[in-house]
């Protein structure tokens, strides 16, 4: 399952993300960010890669589905609601990140 995380400027929640679900067997994780200057800018060829597609923030939903609306069809777009105010790896990040991804996600 190919599983893509989306942030704003993939610094921190997007990578951390992908650093997490990179380690769960059977899974392939990758990270961008909705800026134009983010580490990783989000494009058509990474929607097309993933299977599920998980934002942070619903914002982050709404430019996701504007800009990406015919590449979406048959994907599922999850918002999980986690606020820009962790580091990268910090501890309560990952646990959160894991506790709201299991919610859509069968390991």
């Not at 951390?16 to 990758?30: L, N, Q, R, W, Y």
């Amino acid at each position: 399952m190919n599983l893509l995380f989306v942030c704003t400027e993939n610094k921190l929640r997007s990578p951390t993300a992908e650093a997490v679900f990179s380690k769960i067997k059977g899974v392939e994780a990758m990270s961008a960010g909705t800026n134009s200057d983010a580490c990783t800018p989000l494009s058509g060829d990474l929607i097309e890669w993933a299977d599920v597609v998980l934002v942070m923030e619903k914002f982050h939903k709404t430019v996701v589905s504007k800009k990406y609306k015919a590449l979406l069809k048959g994907k599922r777009l999850v918002c999980l609601d986690v606020p820009d105010n962790y580091t990268y790896m910090q501890p309560e990040l990952v646990t959160l990140l894991k506790s709201k991804v299991s919610r859509y996600i069968r390991f």
